[in-house]
């Protein structure tokens, strides 16, 4: 089975910077996209960032500047550079893995239990 671990979360004052990481592990043939979401209370869950297998990046607008996602495709990994992190970005991050299965192309996502990031004004 396919498993998600975040880490890199925590609590930083407005202004600061934090890079989250995402390992995945498990039998992964194909990965089509890897991405970052966000919820912050009383809110629904949004996309942060995502990079694809053809290493296209999309950023949603609040964060673009401010935020940059990579992958390290050796280790299976992609991370979430934040920097001038403000209160607003306070939210539970999960990781999300897109992968292709099989040659009839099998689509999966699988997502982490989340890390939290709080921001103090």
């Known amino acids: 089975q396919v498993q998600l671990v975040e880490s890199g979360g925590g609590l930083v004052q407005a202004g600061g910077s934090l890079r989250l990481s995402c390992v995945a592990s498990?039998?992964?043939?194909?990965?089509?996209?890897m991405g970052w979401y966000r919820q912050a209370p009383g809110k629904q869950r949004e996309l942060v960032a995502s990079i694809s297998s053809g290493d296209v990046k999309n950023y949603v607008d609040s964060v673009k500047g401010r935020f940059t996602i990579s992958r390290d495709n050796a280790k299976n990994t992609v991370y979430l550079q934040m920097n001038s992190l403000k209160p607003q970005d306070t939210a539970v991050y999960y990781c999300?893995?897109?992968?292709?299965?099989?040659?009839?192309?099998?689509?999966?996502?699988?997502w982490g239990k989340g890390t939290l990031v709080t921001v103090s004004s």
């Open positions: 999300n893995l897109v992968v292709v299965y099989g040659p009839f192309g099998n689509v999966m996502n699988y």
């Open positions: 498990g039998s992964i043939p194909n990965i089509n996209a």
